[in-house]
């Protein structure tokens, strides 16, 4: 295995779109779609005879490719087998650690690279892997202390997506109610560094360039996990390390009213404050969840404008709360979205959750178009992960785009006015038709292209973690 894999791009090609959309298009019919290499080199709408001879015709609506910004892909193993015991998100967590305590470099490549083909299925041409499974049992360091994260680099080349490995910094078991930092335990032991800068030092060791890029499919970012496992005074380390080559950083913040109480009592300071005085906020930061977070949290994230990155379907199957998406994105934070514990993974699903939730909360409709819920998933969220040239369909910009059925059961009879609005709120992931990254065909007619059978492999994978 190794860390410096790059995804096969091909030559010119082109394909013309009987619809496209995307945030700097806006909705055009007949988009012809050029490309040499991994890069678009024109997009250009109203194209009709001749000159689309030869081009590859995509039925559907075309978009840009879906950004998946979180992401712990062993969870997939728990989907559905949790659902019959009742509990809380810290019952649940008892079962994802025993999902965790069973993986091993091999078994985890099976089942991520599964899961990774799962997400190409569905849309999503890149991940944010939010890693912190670092270590052995009992927390002894593997031969190389990043095979678990080269292991998820190896997952997202096999099912052909990029990916950012967030490598998280995780240190502590958490925060009693009174505010102590806990030490690891058990499973956790298997999550945990020295210290900050011990997380530097094993980052480091896999040798990102300048800008923190670790191939062509994959680049690093950092991670601090949550103020539960990260005491304040280690956080720097982690943000400065992020700073030194222009990373993304990201937090889990708020995601439980506890969270929140044992952060107040530990440290007289909210979560979001406290990651602000550890220098963690800025425009390459991303706050994951922000579910409870108060008015002056959301002042203090909109103002550095760091990313909120919403996952609500995680968020209501774990029972968290709904999240104050249109508070945070008034106050300046741009939205990404996320299938975190993968409870389902449909990034469409996510994006009309959002509006969804608003609506609950406050009685009336209309809070976010579909354009802006599209951009979330595509646009917005490769920002987030440190891919700016990503998630737009522009020359110069990487070739990377989805198809998704206006035909089918759920899209069937929209206008062509309304066909994102029809997508963004009535479609599923089963409704995407192709998926092409860095002008590679990665799904083709519904069909992967390097997985030929991603159910057969995920119940194998599933089967050997689950026992
Ligand atoms: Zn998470």
């Known amino acids: ?232 005074s280690e956080m720097p380390d982690v943000a400065i390390w992020s700073h030194r080559y222009g990373a993304p950083l990201h937090a889990h913040v708020s995601e439980q009213l506890a969270e929140n109480r044992a952060c107040l009592a530990a440290h007289r300071a909210t979560p979001a404050e406290v990651l602000a005085d550890a220098g963690a906020l800025g425009p390459r930061s991303t706050a994951v969840h922000a579910t409870h977070v108060i008015a002056s949290d959301i002042e203090l994230l909109g103002g550095s404008r760091c990313h909120v990155c919403m996952c609500p379907t995680t968020e209501a199957d774990l029972a968290d709360g709904i999240g104050r998406a249109r508070a945070v994105a008034d106050e300046g934070s741009p939205l990404t979205l996320g299938s975190d514990s993968h409870a389902v993974i449909d990034l469409l699903e996510e994006a009309r959750r959002v509006e969804h939730g608003e609506r609950l909360t406050s009685g009336e409709r209309g809070h976010f178009t579909a354009a802006d819920l599209a951009a979330a998933a595509s646009t917005v969220g490769h920002a987030s992960l440190g891919w700016p040239e990503a998630g737009e369909l522009t020359a110069g910009g990487l070739a990377d785009f989805v198809t998704i059925a206006l035909d089918s059961p759920r899209t069937a009879g929209a206008p062509r006015a309304a066909a994102l609005e029809s997508v963004i709120f009535g479609a599923s992931a089963a409704d995407v038709r192709c998926l092409v990254v860095s002008g590679r065909d990665v799904v083709t007619d519904g069909h992967h292209m390097l997985v030929p059978d991603v159910p057969l492999a995920l119940s194998t994978a599933i089967g050997t973690v689950l026992g």
């Not at 678990?148 to 052909?160: D, F, N, V, Y």
């Open 1 to 232: 295995m190794t860390g410096t894999v790059s995804l096969e791009a091909s030559t010119a090609r082109s394909w013309l779109a009987e619809l496209a959309w995307s945030p700097a298009l806006g909705l055009r019919s007949d988009v012809l779609i050029e490309a040499s290499g991994d890069r678009f080199t024109r997009v250009t709408p109203d194209v009709s005879g001749p000159a689309a001879s030869g081009a590859t015709r995509l039925v559907g609506l075309t978009m840009p490719g879906f950004a998946n910004a979180h992401s712990h892909a062993f969870h997939r193993a728990l989907r559905g087998v949790t659902e019959t015991v009742g509990g809380t998100f810290w019952t649940w967590r008892e079962r994802m650690y025993e999902v965790a305590d069973r993986l091993d470099p091999d078994s985890y490549l099976e089942l991520a690279s599964a899961v990774y083909a799962e997400m190409a299925l569905a849309g999503i041409s890149c991940v944010g892997e939010f890693h912190y499974l670092h270590h052995g049992p009992g927390g002894v360091s593997y031969t190389d202390p990043n095979v678990m994260g080269r292991t998820l680099i190896e997952a997202a080349r096999r099912a052909g997506i990029r990916i950012t490995l967030l490598d998280c910094c995780y240190l502590s078991g958490g925060l009693s109610g009174d505010g102590r930092q806990q030490p690891l335990e058990g499973t956790q032991l298997r999550f945990g560094d020295s210290s900050g800068a011990g997380w530097a030092v094993r980052v480091d060791a896999l040798r990102p360039d300048a800008v923190g890029r670790i191939g062509a499919h994959a680049r690093l970012g950092a991670a601090i996990h949550s103020v539960r496992a990260v005491p304040p």
